[in-house]
């Protein structure tokens, strides 16, 4: 059964816009979550971070244009994506940093079209 499920990828030309989601499993909190993302031939990456105080960082190639944010009621985490560029493309992954490694959804891709 999955825990994290992240779902909002797509294609979409650049500078155009997309909101992820990550829903977790019940049983797994979602004050503190982060995204990461993998492009082709590239190690994954940090990307945004949301903390229990509601607060949040971004990586430098990211912001002023991402905004992470959560819903405690449909236990849910996004990631606002805006302005993208081809550099953007990835696949996308919500992180949950629980016991051990925590918890990982299974990605999902952004194609940013030139």
């Known amino acids: 059964q999955a825990q994290l499920v992240e779902s909002g990828g797509g294609l979409v030309q650049a500078g155009g816009s997309l909101r992820l989601s990550c829903t977790a499993s019940?049983?797994?909190?979602?004050?503190?979550a982060a995204w990461y993302r993998q492009a082709p031939g590239k190690q994954r990456e940090w990307v945004a971070r949301i903390i229990p105080s509601g607060g949040s960082d971004y990586a430098d190639s990211v912001k002023g244009r991402f905004s992470v944010s959560r819903n405690y009621a449909q236990n849910t985490v996004y990631l606002q994506m805006n302005n993208l560029s081809t550099e953007d493309t990835a696949v996308y992954y919500c992180?949950?940093?629980?016991?051990?490694?925590?918890?990982w959804g299974q990605g999902t891709q952004v194609t940013v079209a030139s």
């Open positions: 019940r049983r797994i909190s979602i004050t503190h």
């Open positions: 992180h949950v940093p629980l016991g051990g490694s925590g918890y």
